[in-house]
């Protein structure tokens, strides 16, 4: 069993903070440290806490998503360590890339599966990135209409939805219906292109690049 994952779940509903909090603690290596229903509350419990990650809707008032991104943008000026997590019903590309933006390292709807919503917190505490499918082919599909910056092939593009799902490239290739070597190979093409070193980094350097 590796390190206890600490998360904070902000929402402005009760009973979803409630809920996600019953889900989340049947892992036996996540544990909710504190909740909250207001940029407020949030920084002080994140402050008192020290969360690995924070689970964030974008909707915490009458200001609609608004509210909720700049949260995050303080959140990670203040808190840089802590992996932030948009966790909404907005299905919006806008959305999305706005958040990768103001630093948040994963975004997911809230109708996602429990496992694939475990799987994502745990990678954004590895320092990965985190999206559900849905979310994920809005990024890809952002870095497919670019016009400018380094040029993806199609297969490119499939394996960075694939790494933004958090698979690892034995997943990938099984997905993909291609070997690991293969995937290794893809892999190193598409860090050389957007200039990284790490897979990690792969998702979060199409935006800085201005590709997203």
């Not at 985190?130 to 809005?138: K, N, P, V, W, Y």
């Amino acid at each position: 069993m590796g390190e206890l994952i600490r998360v904070v779940i902000v929402d402005d509903h009760t009973i979803v903070r409630e809920g996600l909090r019953s889900i989340l603690e049947l892992e036996d290596d996540v544990a909710v440290v504190g909740h909250a229903a207001s940029p407020a509350e949030a920084l002080a419990a994140i402050g008192a806490e020290q969360p690995d990650v924070v689970l964030l809707d974008l909707k915490l008032s009458e200001d609609g998503p608004a509210t909720g991104l700049g949260l995050c943008s303080a959140i990670v000026a203040g808190y840089p360590e802590v992996g932030v997590v948009v966790l909404t019903t907005f299905h919006d590309q806008t959305l999305v890339l706005d958040a990768l933006r103001r630093g948040a390292k994963g975004y997911v709807l809230k109708d996602v599966d429990v496992v694939d919503l475990v799987k994502i917190i745990r990678a954004v505490r590895r320092g990965e990135s985190g999206f559900d499918s849905r979310s994920a082919s809005l990024v890809v599909r952002s870095l497919s209409e670019q016009d400018s910056g380094p040029r993806l092939t199609p297969r490119e593009v499939e394996i960075i939805r694939l790494l933004a799902q958090g698979l690892t490239n034995r997943e990938i290739g099984k997905v993909a219906l291609i070997s690991d070597s293969t995937v290794k190979f893809h892999v190193r093409g598409i860090m050389r292109k957007l200039s990284v070193h790490h897979r990690t980094e792969v998702v979060y350097a199409a935006t800085k690049l201005g590709l997203l």
